[in-house]
């Protein structure tokens, strides 16, 4: 079912809409420098809160696992990151202001839960910070990603592929904490955050790209693959694929295959069983697609706006 807010109550463009873990609540943020909350019930929709705080456009909003509690972050063109926290009774209140970005911060994103609270954000400015949340206290990291911007950024899933059976067999779950990023530099590249260091390592670069890759996402689920879709303005969209018991940390292990386009491709999401990939592009059409049997990926669907 599709349901469509006709009055947002927003005053410019919206740029993104993120629904909670349980779908009951809707986060929108716009040009208008505000964030927008909305209890879902049924098909109706009810504004309830309407924070402010940022001072650019706000481009992303991501909610946190509920385990951690109602947390909500958000970035903007303003450079900064905030994270707000519903109170009780339903107040909500900034409990973090993160400023040392030095340009527009493009995209927010949780980890899985099974590796604690960590948001890592995408910079203008070419870095990556990561947030890490513990004990009501935040700490963080920041190092230099891509040297022309970075625009995407996905986590992986807390399993390797196969992971689910050595767990089953040693009864110890390797947990990772690992993500990808796509630049302005055409590149797409994967980290690994080093224990000894507490910090960020590359372990992969994922090059084939002709232009700003705009968008990155890392399938979901650890199926007998891993999955890491990246889109282009080279109107192209690469899914790259590395099997089950192949070093992630080695590129050469990463194969890709091209889906091309005929206009520049923003953004891309994985369906959350991880097997169907959904593209959004400058022809104003979304496009699904899926792994055929014997190789390959078909598109299944196509939505025009």
């Known amino acids: 079912m599709t349901q469509v807010i006709s009055s947002s109550g927003h005053d410019d463009m919206i740029h993104d809409a993120v629904l909670d873990y349980y779908g009951r609540r809707l986060a929108t943020c716009s040009s208008d420098k505000t964030i927008k909350i909305y209890e879902i019930e049924g098909d109706q929709h009810r504004l309830t809160e ?9 481009w992303c909003t991501s909610w946190a696992h509920p385990k951690y509690g109602t947390i909500l972050a958000s ?24 400023t040392l970005h030095t340009a527009s911060v493009n995209i927010v994103a949780w980890s899985p839960p099974e590796t604690g609270c960590h948001l890592a954000a995408a910079s203008s400015d070419g ?13 963080h990291t920041i190092f230099q990603a891509h040297g022309m911007g970075v625009n995407a950024v996905s986590w992986s899933p807390a399993l390797v592929p196969g992971g689910l059976m050595s767990a089953a067999t040693s009864g110890q779950t390797a947990v990772v904490r690992r993500f990808v ?5 055409n590149a797409v590249k994967i ?9 960020y390592d590359t372990i992969a670069t994922l090059t084939g790209h002709t232009d700003w890759v705009r968008d990155v996402a890392w399938s979901p689920t650890p199926l007998s693959k891993s999955y890491i879709a990246s ?3 080279d109107h192209t969209v690469r899914i790259w694929t590395c099997a089950a018991g192949a070093d992630q940390a080695d590129s050469a292990s990463w194969k890709s295959e091209v889906l091309e386009f005929e206009s520049v491709c923003w953004r891309c999401s994985w369906s959350l069983a991880g097997n169907v990939l959904a593209v959004s592009g400058g022809d104003n059409r979304v496009t699904l ?16 706006e």
Request: aromatic share 12%; hydrophobic share 35%; proline share 1%.
């Open 127 to 139: 870095s990556v910070s990561v947030l890490s949340f513990e004990n009501n206290t935040f700490q």
């Open 181 to 185: 990023t796509g630049g302005a530099d």
């Open 289 to 304: 697609w899926k792994e055929k049997v014997r190789g390959g990926w078909e598109c299944v669907r196509t939505i025009e």
């Open 50 to 58: 309407t924070l402010k705080g940022h001072e650019g456009a706000v």
């Open 231 to 233: 889109a282009s303005q």
């Open 75 to 98: 970035s903007s063109h303003d450079g900064r990151i905030l994270i707000w926290r519903e109170q009780p009774a339903t107040q909500w209140q900034r409990i973090y202001e993160f």
């Open 191 to 199: 980290w690994s955050h080093n224990a000894a260091t507490n910090s």
